[in-house]
């Protein structure tokens, strides 16, 4: 078992003793003990004696090890006798060690709290006004054939966006379409009017159901993938690369998703009108022992070409922000891998944030207009 | 006579069916820096990932002292591999874990003691790579050479027997490589640990190395071993134009 035993020499040394084993899994004498004893009694110097140390490992360098910082705090002098050789090298090192300053730690009040976070949001703002500004000049010089990215990638992008979310996409909005069609029977056939289940599914699912819940799929899948990708090149430095190439991210990672996403969601949505409105017919067709071409006729004769073509150009405008926020994410998640995941989970909440509050608006400006 | 640390029997490394090497024999003995050296793609990586077990060997045994670790379970192996610590050649620090973070880990995670003790074993292993004060750094905002170091301190944080460095100065600049050589011996000298080192760096060879083992990627088999400026001087044709620089490996 390990034990200290100190003694005087005369007014100014303390002599210490270190008896038995000192493994690092026993409890130990600590260091504040002979901290504190100093404290008391000052001294200055420290004569440590390890003849009687039986067996040691890490326990008694970490003793030692906060013995010399304590006495280096302290101004007082140590000296060692009986130390094995390895150990003393040991301490060597350590002391040899660099000791920056460190700040000590500041309690912050609640005030504070509340400025740095006005500080902080006020940064933020600031940074995504830049972003947007970035992107819209990057955009511009992209549409006049200046902007610096690689064709394939844009391609891959393409293909990623559109083509390769198709299933998913199809799959959700069938779904929606069906139960859209069963709360209208449901609600309708209680004044008899069930027969306009169709006209209900086809004017929801074009005007609108269609392009969000797609923008919803898409926030989830490539929002979430575009943040995750940037994050991860930031962490491997692969931006800063492009950075010191002279190549702007905006230009070459930014850009290329916002014009894939932006031209391959108005598709998606075609597609997701058509994939709801047959969700709707086969509920409708079936509780309602209606042949197919029957509601699918009355469909066409409700739905107007403005349906469509609203819940397309809304669908455009759905595709631009799930592309910036999951950009914008990837490009200010700081270089670490836990930043990654935060990027991507941040993209997916503020992406379908942006989504939801631009629904708002469109039915606002539509209504206005009359649409 | 004790068991070597470790010893490599008949190894044979392959990829499918394409043999890397073949008949690796050697013994490593306690307290010794023992170099793996080779020009690049010869297998001395593929070598290291068989004696830490994350590579198969086609046939052909490694030992832990007396222990068969290629025949060990897998309970037996996690317990041998508590007693190795091992340096990647990308640091491979927990960019999301600060310094103490990352060298508190192992602690916590195969260590009784309590959060006050291993915060100060914690100090003393930054300390002993030049970190102390460090300890609240992010991996990312500390350069190649500290990052190394600080890898370094997480290698050690189990009081390792064996330490396994792979490449330890690749991607830091010569001055910064030889100052992380001299920590290597420093702390050889004062932990007594054995390290078994990966490398190409001449430099390095012969400022660390107690004995060196020469693999010729060509000739699929090791064909030297001994203190490296034996080596250097009366080794193979290979091994001294290795030395020498002059050949292209």
Known sequence: MAAMDTSREGDSTLVVRLLGAWRLADVLPAASDLDRELALAPATEVRLDAAGVTEWDSGLVVFLFKVLEGCRTRGVAVTHAGLPGTLERMLALVQESALPPTAPSVRVGWLEQVGRRALRWREQVRATALFVGETTLALGRFVVGRARFRGQDLGLLFEGAGPGALPIVALVNFLVGIILAFVGITQLRRFGAEYYVADIVGIAVTRDMAALITAIVLAGRSGAAYAAQIATMKVTQEVDALRTLGISPVEFLVVPRLVALTLMMPFLTLFADLMGVLGGAAVGSTMMNAPLAAYMRQTSQSVTTGDIAGGLAKSAVYGMLIALTGTARGLEAERSSERVGEAATKAVVTGVVAIIAACGVFQYVFFLFGW | ???????????????????????????????????????????????????????????????????????????????????VGVLYQGSALWTSMTLAENVALPLQQFTRLPASRIQEVVELKLALVGLHGFESFHPWELSGGMQKRAALARAIALDPEILFIDEPSASLDPPTGRRLDRLILELRDALGTTVVVVTHDVASILGIATRALFLDGEARRAIAEGPPAELRDHGPEAVRAFFAGGKSL
Not at chain 2, 5 to 22: H, I, P, S, W
Not at chain 2, 55 to 62: F, R
């Open chain 2, 1 to 83: 006579m004790a068991d070597p640390t470790l010893r490599v029997r008949d190894l044979t490394m392959a990829f499918g069916d394409r043999v890397v090497m073949e008949g690796l024999d050697f013994e490593i003995r306690h307290g010794e820096i023992y170099v793996v050296m080779g020009g690049s793609g010869c297998g001395k990586s593929t070598l290291l990932r068989h004696m830490l077990g994350l590579q198969e060997p086609a046939s052909g045994e490694v030992f832990f002292g007396a222990e068969s670790f290629t025949r060990a379970g897998p309970a037996d192996r996690e317990r041998m591999l508590r007693r």
